[in-house]
């Protein structure tokens, strides 16, 4: 149980095109979606936070609109680079979590497999 | 100030033998919890094993435990009998009530078993 997907899992694309990620969830309704990027031998560093039905919430120096989020149901979440540069390269992955909006400190996310973009 | 140190870059470990992987963490916050992410070279977050601030007894999940010292701000992550499909990143983490429902990861740990 707590499959979450990401699709594609790599995607080339020229620099100036949008580029749209999807994530979901299988087999359970998540509230709560996360997208991180992760540059080469780094960490994940959070991007946005999405609640189903409402308007994503971005951590400080992220372009909202540059990455745009949309929650629309409780499965899935798309996040849409747009007119993408070089520079954002990077791996894309999204998590998700169970359960009430209210979450608990000990209350596990899920994590998708990740989409590899390369803007050329 | 970082919120999770993991002050080992990489390490090496022998086949089979255990390695203990370090994780210091900073909060103000009484309810937390900690987790230990695996990512092999794939990319993937594997979820190992979490600790919450309040739980008394250590975590333990097969092959992993966690060596929770809250006093020192430490949630350290054992691996016993290494195997070579362990060869991995390996990340701390940490919610705080107080901050939502947000992970902060540390910065990582290149773990390579040797056979």
């Known amino acids: 149980g707590a499959v979450v997907s990401q699709h594609p899992s790599w995607v080339i694309c020229k620099s100036g095109t949008s580029v749209k990620i999807e994530c979901r969830s299988l087999?359970?309704?998540?509230?709560?979606m996360f997208w991180y990027r992760q540059f080469p031998k780094q960490s994940l560093m959070l991007m946005a936070t999405?609640?189903?039905?409402?308007?994503?919430?971005?951590e400080q120096g992220v372009e909202k609109d540059k990455f745009l989020i949309n929650h629309a149901s409780l499965t899935l979440s798309t996040l849409t680079v747009t007119s993408a540069h070089p520079e954002d390269s990077s791996f894309y992955i999204c998590?998700?979590?169970?359960?009430?909006?209210?979450?608990?400190?000990?209350?596990?996310?899920?994590f998708g497999p990740g989409t590899r973009l390369t803007v050329l | 100030a970082q919120k999770i140190t993991q002050t080992q870059p990489g390490m090496f470990v022998q086949e089979k033998e255990a390695v203990t992987l370090d994780c210091t963490y900073d909060?103000?916050?009484?309810?937390?919890?900690l987790f230990w992410y695996k990512q092999p070279s794939s990319g993937e977050m594997i979820f190992l094993i979490y600790?919450?601030?309040?739980?008394?007894q250590n975590a333990t999940e097969g092959r992993y435990s966690l060596n929770f010292q809250k006093a020192r701000k430490s949630a350290n992550l054992v691996i016993s009998a290494s195997q070579l499909g362990d060869s991995a990143m390996y990340f701390c983490?940490?919610?705080?009530?107080?901050?939502?429902?947000?992970?902060?990861f540390g910065p990582g740990t290149r773990l390579s078993v040797l056979p």
């Open positions: 998590s998700a979590r169970m359960g009430l909006a209210s979450a608990h400190p000990t209350d596990t996310q899920y």
């Open positions: 087999d359970f309704q998540a509230t709560t």
């Open positions: 999405s609640n189903e039905g409402s308007k994503a919430t971005y």
């Open positions: 909060t103000s916050d009484q309810s937390y919890g």
């Open positions: 600790q919450g601030s309040y739980d008394e």
């Open positions: 983490a940490m919610r705080e009530r107080n901050y939502g429902q947000n992970f902060v």
